[in-house]
T-cell receptor, first 115, second 115 residues
Framework: GDSVTQMEGPVTLSEEAFLTINCTYT??????LFWYVQYPGEGLQLLLK?????DKGSNKGFEATYRKETTSFHLEKGSVQVSDSAVYFC??????????????FGKGTHLIIQP | DTGVSQDPRHKITKRGQNVTFRCDPI?????LYWYRQTLGQGPEFLTY????????KSRLLSDRFSAERPKGSFSTLEIQRTEQGDSAMYLC?????????????FGQGTRLTVV
């Protein structure tokens, strides 16, 4: 079945540091890929998405590129802020592969940014 | 607030009791999803509706779980004869189906504790 693996947390960085959160996936079909973010006390929000190979999703300074050859969708940001502290989830949707039409999530990575 | 709302936000119940949760999606969204999230894990897909039709159910949805969306608007998730293993955050999400992968908007969830 489909699965998503992302780096374990917590990840602790200083403000203005460069961020990478690794995400790799396995899928039967040709999935769409997503990053969701959960800020403290709030619901999951879509951060960015990519629907085909080599697509780059971007939002709020975050970027991720759909790499089919390495089955990866790593999240990056050049300069993090304290307000980026949250839990980040990598996810895929793969209805063409015969899977459920919902999202398959990774376990989440807790990001802590220190001033 | 026109986002996805869930009620109640918290529920504590004794083992063996039945519980019911409600989800009100964004009004024009025709797709509605239920997920379950346990501590340290990402959300796991349970089931989804296209309008009032329940189109997909995960293997995680045992016979004690039932979901309805009677008029294609709000949805309920009932758990009968609750067990301690049912303790989790239950998340609802909605989206608009236009044939392309779209953003799913999540509610803040109902946290169930079975004692």
């Amino acid at each position: 079945g489909d699965s998503v693996t992302q780096m374990e947390g917590p990840v602790t960085l200083s403000e203005e540091a460069f961020l990478t959160i690794n995400c790799t996936y396995t899928a039967t079909g040709y999935p769409s890929l997503f990053w969701y973010v959960q800020y403290p006390g709030e619901g999951l929000q879509l951060l960015l998405k990519a629907t085909k190979a080599d697509d780059k999703g971007s939002n709020k300074g975050f970027e991720a590129t759909y790499r089919k050859e390495t089955t990866s969708f790593h999240l990056e940001k050049g300069s993090v802020q304290v307000s980026d502290s949250a839990v980040y989830f990598c996810a895929l949707s793969d209805p063409s592969g015969g899977g459920a039409d919902g999202l398959t999530f990774g376990k989440g990575t807790h990001l802590i940014i220190q001033p | 607030d026109t986002g996805v709302s869930q009620d109640p936000r918290h529920k504590i119940t004794k083992r063996g009791q039945n519980v019911t949760f409600r989800c009100d999606p964004i009004s024009e969204h025709n797709r509605l999803y239920w997920y379950r999230q346990t501590l340290g894990q990402g959300p796991e897909f349970l089931t989804y509706f296209q309008n009032e039709a329940q189109l997909e159910k995960s293997r995680l949805l045992s016979d004690r779980f039932s979901a309805e969306r009677p008029k294609g608007s709000f949805s309920t998730l009932e758990i009968q004869r609750t067990e301690q293993g049912d303790s989790a955050m239950y998340l609802c999400a909605s989206s608009l189906d236009t044939g392309a992968p779209l953003e799913a908007f999540f509610g803040q969830g109902t946290r169930l504790t079975v004692v």
